[in-house]
T-cell receptor, first 113, second 113 residues
Framework: KAGVTQTPRYLIKTRGQQVTLSCSPI?????VSWYQQTPGQGLQFLFE???????NKGNFPGRFSGRQFSNSRSEMNVSTLELGDSALYLC????????????FGPGTRLTVL | GNSVTQMEGPVTLSEEAFLTINCTYT??????LFWYVQYPGEGLQLLLK?????DKGSNKGFEATYRKETTSFHLEKGSVQVSDSAVYFC????????????FGQGTELSVKP
């Protein structure tokens, strides 16, 4: 069974631009969560989607948004990029309500110049 | 608030040495506890988990016991290998917060031959 895939794997943007990252969960998984990983702040929860609805949200500014499609694929968008948004963005998927078994993708490395 | 504290790294050991990485948590209610591992350039992999007090999670020679009285979930391995070199993250999940994992800062382990 294919794992969680994230595209692109690497991205370079400049301040002020916006970016969209994509996450395809494991087949059959309907829950997708997003995390930001930085050396200073560690791993921080961004948001979680289930059945195209945001179920939970972390403490990030409104520039960070996401959505989920009917096939469970999810995208996250960051608008008006800042230098501090440089990070590894990870998504994780799980079966419905099976949060004790979350599977992570390889991440998208975003660099903001 | 809910949080996880891990011992700071890096931890450097010789092959076949005994490993302990300390993890303590603060949480309202009774969380599930996890250890995730991150190899260079990769996402997170679930190493082991425990969902209630006194449970012992184990996998690939690693073990951790959920100790409610000391709010701890220390990771141990009797004999480490060079291939165990990675960053290890302790995390908790609260039952009423969906898939939101709260992570510790991570502990880098380096095993020398």
């Amino acid at each position: 069974k294919a794992g969680v895939t994230q595209t692109p794997r690497y991205l370079i943007k400049t301040r002020g631009q916006q970016v969209t990252l994509s996450c395809s969960p494991i087949s059959g998984h309907r829950s997708v969560s997003w995390y930001q990983q930085t050396p200073g702040q560690g791993l921080q929860f961004l948001f979680e989607y289930f059945s195209e609805t945001q179920r939970n949200k972390g403490n990030f500014p409104g520039r960070f948004s996401g959505r989920q499609f009917s096939n469970s694929r999810s995208e996250m968008n960051v608008s008006t990029l800042e230098l501090g948004d440089s990070a590894l963005y990870l998504c994780a998927s799980s079966l419905e309500l099976e949060y004790n078994e979350q599977f992570f993708g390889p991440g998208t490395r975003l660099t903001v110049l | 608030g809910n949080s996880v504290t891990q011992m700071e790294g890096p931890v450097t050991l010789s092959e076949e040495a005994f490993l302990t990485i300390n993890c303590t948590y603060t949480a309202t209610g009774y969380p599930s506890l996890f250890w995730y591992v991150q190899y260079p350039g990769e996402g997170l992999q679930l190493l082991l988990k425990a969902t209630k007090a006194d449970d012992k999670g184990s996998n690939k020679g690693f073990e951790a016991t959920y100790r409610k009285e000391t709010t701890s979930f220390h990771l141990e391995k009797g004999s480490v290998q060079v291939s165990d070199s990675a960053v290890y993250f302790c995390a908790l999940l609260l039952y009423n917060q969906g898939g939101k994992l709260i992570f510790g800062q991570g502990t880098e382990l380096s095993v020398k031959p």
